[in-house]
């Protein structure tokens, strides 16, 4: 971490970087103790999510609000330099202490396992002051807020400590259940799309009332609000309320592709242009979506377009922030998720914050698998994974999602073609596409040989999505308009 004289924001970003650096140069310590126990727990509380990723978005949004006063704002501006300055000097004693050789197991033995201590507890010292000046921004800013949901207002029927009602949609991320919504004006009883969030409270009330100023545009369904679950152990996680949107029956982009029969090209057109246009609505509310895939957006019979056309809804915002918060380095492992995103987002550890682009990569892919009409992946979601959000790879869960054989064959053929064994494992395919971009280099060579064959035009827009040559949704709906 050089020496750096930037704005709280910037600083912010970089030390969300310096957070995947503690865990890449920890995870090659020799030493199994409760130092690098403690570094491995910190990286991942910073770059990962955590609490402090938490205390540091917090600390963004305080500078940000006109009615802190300057005293307050100058505060938090001390706090998160020293937090930045003593996490300077913890990264330069992790490369200089790493026990990996003998010289330095000594080192590390002698005097560098107390140096890494004291640097810890400076550290936590330091993030006691930002949880309290953030529990004093949180008194200081609370209020009614009606994107909150009581028990009074909503509730799921039939729940119960030992049971979360719902089913999933076949093929699909998207879990439904029939709830109870009481605002105030009566209580009413409606089928209600659920989605499990781990995030802070702050994000949430920012995408509710995003989408509440501007009266839920196409391709987003009408959020009601967001609750704590009243059963649910694990109090940092909310759910997300959305009403499922009318009209006919329900189901996935992933499940319509999967079991109909191919559509004439202004069907998939169609899909296409609805698709796009409700990234670029995500985007113009500043947020950025980051799980754009078959399995999370929802199709509508009969709805209220008036006609037999499919309308299109973007759903799975687990991962949903603003484009101004902070961006965890929490990329996809499961490798058959891992393929909807760029390859600097793939991986337990992504290489980059997400911005608008990665959705547009991600659009791509879905579009490509539109204008294909064949399924990328197959088999049904781990609950656990669905609802509250990713799940470690240590959860044994991979197994759970599948992908074609034809799709196994591309990644091994394209594995042999950069020189690598025929007999690797198809397992290890996550690991390797973020080596070697290897999901990229295949979409782009479906679409270039495969798609371009029919549809020449749309496997040209495609490619420029995959290779972000395109990096505006609004560009991508540009282009598809002159189909």
Not at 229 to 248: D, H, Q, S
Not at 271 to 292: G, M, S, T
């Given at each position: 971490m050089a020496e750096l004289v930037i704005g709280v924001p910037g600083l912010i970003d970089v030390i969300i970087r310096a957070g995947s650096q503690i865990l890449n140069i920890v995870q090659a310590y020799s030493e199994q103790d409760e130092i690098r126990a403690d570094y491995m727990r910190l990286g991942r509380d910073i770059a990962m999510g955590g609490m402090s990723f938490y205390f540091l978005e917090t600390v963004k949004r305080a500078l940000k609000d006109p009615s802190l006063p300057s005293t307050a704002k100058q505060m938090f501006e001390s706090s998160i330099r020293r937090f930045y300055d003593r996490l300077a000097i913890a990264l330069i004693k992790l490369k200089s202490l790493a026990p990996s050789r003998f010289s330095g197991r000594v080192s590390y033995a002698l005097h560098g396992k107390n140096e890494l201590r004291k640097c810890m507890h400076s550290l936590k010292d330091e993030i006691d002051v930002l949880h309290k000046l953030c529990i004093e921004f949180s008194l200081f800013s609370m209020g009614v807020h009606s994107s909150i949901l009581s028990r009074e207002n909503f509730a799921l029927i039939h729940e119960s400590e030992n049971h979360h009602p719902g089913e999933y949609l076949p093929t699909s991320d998207i879990l439904v259940a029939r709830g109870e919504l009481n605002l105030g004006l009566g209580k009413?009883?409606?089928?209600?799309?659920?989605?499990?969030?781990?995030?802070?409270?702050?994000?949430?009330?920012?995408?509710?009332?995003?989408?509440?100023?501007?009266?839920?545009?196409?391709?987003?369904?009408?959020?009601?609000?967001?609750?704590?679950?009243?059963?649910?152990?694990?109090?940092?996680?909310?759910?997300?309320?959305?009403?499922?949107?009318?009209?006919?029956?329900?189901?996935?982009?992933?499940?319509?592709?999967?079991?109909?029969?191919?559509?004439?090209?202004?069907?998939?057109?169609?899909?296409?242009?609805?698709?796009?246009?409700?990234?670029?609505?995500?985007?113009?509310?500043?947020?950025?979506?980051?799980?754009?895939?078959?399995?999370?957006?929802?199709?509508?019979?009969?709805?209220?377009?008036?006609?037999?056309?499919?309308?299109?809804?973007?759903?799975?915002?687990?991962?949903?922030?603003?484009?101004?918060?902070?961006?965890?380095?929490?990329?996809?492992?499961?490798?058959?998720?891992?393929?909807?995103?760029?390859?600097?987002?793939?991986?337990?550890?992504?290489?980059?914050?997400?911005?608008?682009?990665?959705?547009?990569?991600?659009?791509?892919?879905?579009?490509?698998?539109?204008?294909?009409?064949?399924?990328?992946?197959?088999?049904?979601?781990?609950?656990?994974?669905?609802?509250?959000?990713?799940?470690?790879?240590?959860?044994?869960?991979?197994?759970?999602?599948?992908s074609p054989a034809w799709i196994l064959d591309l990644f091994q053929k394209k594995l042999v073609e950069i020189g690598e064994e025929p007999s690797l494992l198809r397992t290890d395919t996550c690991e390797l596409m973020t080596l070697h971009k290897l999901s990229q280099k295949i979409w782009v060579n479906l679409a270039a040989t495969e798609l371009v064959k029919e549809y020449p035009r749309v496997a040209d827009i495609i490619v420029q999505c995959l290779q972000l040559h395109l990096c505006r949704a609004s560009d991508v709906l540009s282009q598809l308009g002159t189909v």
């Open positions: 009413t009883t409606e089928t209600f799309i659920v989605e499990g969030k781990t995030d802070g409270e702050a994000n949430l009330r920012s995408l509710c009332d995003t989408f509440r100023s501007r009266s839920f545009p196409a391709g987003i369904p009408e959020c009601v609000g967001f609750r704590m679950p009243p059963y649910r152990k694990a109090m940092a996680c909310y759910e997300l309320i959305f009403k499922a949107p009318a009209g006919g029956s329900l189901m996935s982009l992933a499940h319509l592709i999967s079991y109909s029969d191919p559509p004439g090209f202004e069907t998939r057109l169609d899909l296409a242009r609805q698709l796009a246009q409700a990234v670029v609505h995500v985007h113009e509310i500043e947020f950025v979506h980051k799980n754009i895939r078959p399995r999370s957006i929802l199709l509508v019979e009969g709805s209220s377009l008036g006609n037999d056309s499919l309308a299109v809804f973007l759903l799975k915002w687990t991962a949903a922030r603003n484009m101004d918060s902070v961006s965890a380095h929490l990329g996809e492992h499961l490798w058959q998720q891992a393929i909807y995103q760029h390859p600097d987002r793939q991986s337990e550890y992504a290489m980059a914050g997400f911005e608008p682009r990665h959705d547009v990569y991600s659009l791509g892919v879905c579009l490509l698998e539109v204008f294909l009409w064949k399924s990328f992946t197959v088999a049904e979601p781990p609950p656990k994974l669905a609802l509250y959000g990713s799940a470690g790879p240590g959860d044994g869960l991979d197994q759970e999602l599948t």
